[in-house]
T-cell receptor
Framework: QKEVEQNSGPLSVPEGAIASLNCTYS??????FFWYRQYSGKSPELIMF????GDKEDGRFTAQLNKASQYVSLLIRDSQPSDSATYLC??????????FGDGTTLTVKP | DTAVSQTPKYLVTQMGNDKSIKCEQN?????MYWYKQDSKKFLKIMFS???????INETVPNRFSPKSPDKAHLNLHINSLELGDSAVYFC??????????????FGPGTRLLVL
């Protein structure tokens, strides 16, 4: 079992729809959870981090964390073509080590 | 101003050669990292340093040797390059830890191609 698993893509949604990206992790001791976005040929950039159960909202993005289910998700409301990218889930258990999922590629169609 | 910079951006070399990649961050962060991203886009940590001290060393061949002369720099030297070393290598940095402080800032990447 992989330490961090993301829903297999690619994921395609129409412009204006809600995109839902999911991530599960195996280590119950994980403390911090991150969503990064990576455009093709570019480096990853942080979208959001979350470390408490529940929802965290930032603009069109909402991160949801459920530690009991070992599940973290990212919702993108009103999806735009510029949201088309690969989204990487990262999980930290110990300082200095982030474990990344394989990524989910999102395409938002105009 | 570039927060995390890497040189070179592209590196094409022959099998068996030795090469180095340099990384510098001007964010004042305490922790720096090297990641390898393969052709399937899987991002895997190789090393992390905190204040020039190695804290994470994943199962990386000892042909890879990181070096941190100061907390703003983390270089990666690779000996006897192999075809399988072809990948994009990302440097990153983060601040020492408070909740969420582990947010990592990535450099632009170095695209290594071993022929």
């Amino acid at each position: 079992q992989k330490e961090v698993e993301q829903n297999s893509g690619p994921l395609s949604v129409p412009e204006g729809a809600i995109a839902s990206l999911n991530c599960t992790y195996s280590d119950r001791g994980s403390q911090s959870f991150f969503w990064y976005r990576q455009y093709s040929g570019k480096s990853p950039e942080l979208i959001m981090f979350i470390y408490s159960n529940g929802d965290k909202e930032d603009g069109r993005f909402t991160a949801q964390l459920n530690k009991a289910s070992q599940y973290v998700s990212l919702l993108i409301r009103d999806s735009q073509p510029s949201d088309s990218a690969t989204y990487l889930c990262a999980v930290n258990r110990i300082w200095g080590k982030s474990t990344f999922g394989d990524g989910t590629t999102l395409t938002v169609k105009p | 101003d570039t927060a995390v910079s890497q040189t070179p951006k592209y590196l094409v070399t022959q099998m068996g050669n030795d090469k180095s990649i340099k990384c510098e961050q001007n964010l004042g962060h305490d922790t720096m990292y090297w990641y390898k991203q393969d052709s399937k886009k899987f991002l895997k940590i190789m090393f992390s340093y905190n204040n020039k001290e190695l804290i994470i060393n994943e199962t990386v061949p000892n042909r890879f040797s990181p070096k941190s002369p100061d907390k703003a720099h983390l270089n990666l030297h690779i000996n006897s390059l192999e075809l399988g070393d072809s990948a994009v290598y990302f440097c990153a940095s983060s601040q020492e830890l408070t909740r969420g402080g582990e947010t990592q800032y990535f450099g632009p990447g170095t695209r290594l191609l071993v022929l």
